[in-house]
């Protein structure tokens, strides 16, 4: 089992950049493909960006060409660059981790993900 924290999330004004991150316990970070997903006020949660095992990426079309998710597998570490922000970037940051993607596999759906932090709040103002 896997522990996810997030961290990062803070108020950028549009137009500007935030990076958040989600940090994991354990030995074995390297075994799941991570995502990241929101949740804006009054939304169903939907998904951002996600990064398989050996670094296939998959990211909705609202963020391609202005997030970008990475990760560190020496530091049990995700990460979401966030730039070109708007104010309906604005919500709640969940990372989540499954362990069932295989190598490549960088899920979109939610209900395939195993593991979830308890989100950071990313606010951009106008």
């Known amino acids: 089992q896997v522990q996810l924290e997030e961290s990062g999330g803070g108020l950028v004004q549009a137009g500007g950049s935030l990076s958040v991150s989600c940090a994991a316990s354990g030995p074995t970070f390297g075994r799941y493909a991570m995502g990241w997903f929101r949740q804006a006020p009054g939304k169903e949660r939907e998904f951002v960006a996600a990064?398989?095992?050996?670094?296939?990426?998959n990211y909705d079309d609202a963020v391609k060409g202005r997030f970008t998710i990475s990760r560190d597998n020496a530091k049990n570490t995700v990460y979401l660059h966030m730039s070109s922000l708007k104010p309906e970037d604005t919500a709640v940051y969940y990372c989540?981790?499954?362990?069932?993607?295989?190598?490549?596999?960088?899920?979109?759906?939610?209900?395939?993900?195993?593991?979830w932090g308890q989100g950071t709040q990313v606010t951009v103002s106008s």
């Open positions: 990064i398989s095992r050996a670094g296939a990426i």
């Open positions: 989540a981790a499954d362990d069932d993607a295989g190598l490549w596999g960088a899920p979109t759906l939610q209900s395939l993900y195993d593991y």
